[in-house]
């Protein structure tokens, strides 16, 4: 996806909202604003691609009911959510797996959306 013209207008006045909710710069006596006004702007840049990333993933609460085994190929049950911490190149999120239990095979398994990956 392109960044277009109206994101940058609405990323511009998000940047003007945060700058009033939490008002001016902290800049030491021998600091450099432009120095601190750039490292809240990446931490920021950074807060937003995880928060970008974690809600493009799909919910584990939207899991169906039933998956199949990949060892025997038949249904198994849905168990429950497994949390899982993914390293991004903006810092680690957090991503919830549905988890699933075969009764033939007596084991659990996590059939990972291949969009999401194995964190390997
Ligand atoms: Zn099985």
Request: glycine share 6%.
């Amino acid at each position: 996806m392109k960044t277009t013209e109206l994101m940058r207008e609405r990323i511009q006045e998000f940047s003007r909202q945060l700058r009033e909710e939490f008002g001016p710069l902290a800049v030491s006596a021998d600091g450099c604003l432009l120095e601190v006004a750039e490292e809240w702007g990446v931490q920021l840049g950074d807060e937003l691609a995880r928060a970008v990333t974690e809600q493009a993933l799909p919910a584990a609460a939207e899991s169906p009911a039933e998956a199949t085994c990949p060892q025997c190929q038949r249904l198994a049950r849905w168990k429950g959510v497994r949390k899982r911490r993914i390293e991004t190149r903006r810092g680690a999120i957090h991503v919830s797996e549905p988890e699933y239990h075969c009764p033939t095979c007596r084991r659990s398994f996590f059939p990972s959306d291949p969009r999401v990956g194995d964190g390997a």
